[in-house]
């Protein structure tokens, strides 16, 4: 593990200074704060947080942060579910349903940001959205592949029963049938996007292009409660991860794509997503995909979003984390 740079360390010094002062939130020792847990699927928006972990910035901060992968949304939901985990990156769709139908007590503190491609294979001979009919195009149910697969077809003018919607949770999955022309297509995230047009199967469009807005950083409510502390350190971790990827030539933290499943021949080709500080999830967003989730039956019609986005947590310019608001 690389130590932190002399510009993190003078950050630091600077936040716990800061926070002396108000009093409110001032770091603890190590020994006095709780570790946290955090579950990710094989992708991009978790980014800034496997930065600040690599390159020390959590140790400075005293928080002990552990890293859980997930290649599929169910068996990440599954583990959060059960309290394998304290919180997650997830999107707007899965966070819904966990609410919605599986009565599950959860805020989204924080927007994350990423982008899936939906690329086409290259025997599939679809040069254009208008082409999809009939093809098989593999979905993660109830969950931002599906929202954006069917925001597509919508584009394209046609109905989601105009095409074949095989269920394949699994993104490594998804990417080796696409590779081996199983599936015809599928919204994929990179690094798994860039695998696939590296191998000459096509992005026909995105879910930037398409406007959606739709992953978050979620907690049980019950550790927001408990563990408040250390997730305002880990939202300074977060920022400070920003400012390290936007500060530092990527040759030296190239290392932390690899760890997260870039191909190194790749770790100067892959698109980042421009990542911003800490900020709420999109409420907009949320209600969309709310809206969708309701067309297509998949929670009941009288559903309310009951304070899915969290507002223990607010951004503060001043000294770059999510302070308590009381």
């Known amino acids: 593990?690389?130590?932190?740079?002399?510009?993190?360390y003078l950050i630091f010094f600077f936040l716990c200074s800061c926070q002396?002062?108000?009093g409110e939130n001032s770091f603890l020792p190590l020994s006095e704060l709780q570790p946290l847990t955090l579950g990710m699927m094989p992708t991009l928006e978790g980014l800034p947080f496997h930065i600040a972990k690599s390159e020390g910035i959590y140790d400075s901060l005293g928080l002990d942060l552990t890293i859980l992968p997930f290649n599929s949304a169910d068996d990440r939901d599954a583990a959060f579910q059960t309290g394998q985990m304290d919180g997650m990156i997830t999107d707007y769709p899965s966070a819904i349903v966990l609410q919605a139908i599986h009565h599950t007590d959860l805020g989204l503190i924080l927007k994350n940001d990423g982008?899936?491609?939906?690329?086409v294979s290259k025997k599939s001979r679809i040069n254009q959205l208008e082409e999809l009919g009939n093809k098989n195009i593999a979905v993660s149910r109830n969950t931002v592949i599906e929202y954006a697969s069917d925001l597509l077809l919508g584009k394209a003018g046609m109905s989601y029963t105009e095409v074949n919607k095989p269920e394949i949770s699994q993104t490594p999955l998804r990417l080796q049938m696409l590779q081996c022309n199983q599936i015809d297509a599928s919204f994929l995230p990179d690094p798994a996007a860039s695998i696939a047009m590296n191998s000459k199967h096509r992005s026909l469009i995105s879910t930037q292009e398409l406007g959606i807005d739709f992953t978050a950083t979620a907690f049980s409510r019950k550790v927001i409660d408990e563990k408040r502390r250390e997730i305002g350190l880990l939202v300074t971790g977060y920022n400070l991860g920003v400012d390290y990827i936007k500060m530092h030539p990527q040759k030296e933290w190239e290392h932390v794509l690899i760890e997260i499943g870039v191909p190194e021949s790749l770790t100067?080709?892959?698109?980042?997503?421009?990542?911003q500080k800490a900020t709420r999830p999109s409420a907009e967003g949320v209600e969309k995909a709310m809206r969708w989730l309701k067309e297509n039956r998949r929670i009941p019609e009288t559903y309310s979003e009951k304070?899915?986005?969290?507002?223990?947590?607010?951004?503060?310019?001043?000294h770059n984390q999510i302070t308590t608001i009381k």
């Open 1 to 8: 593990m690389k130590r932190p740079t002399l510009l993190f």
């Open 20 to 22: 002396s002062k108000k």
């Open 115 to 119: 982008y899936f491609c939906f690329i």
């Open 268 to 275: 100067g080709l892959i698109a980042l997503p421009n990542y």
């Open 307 to 318: 304070n899915l986005i969290d507002t223990t947590y607010t951004p503060n310019s001043d």
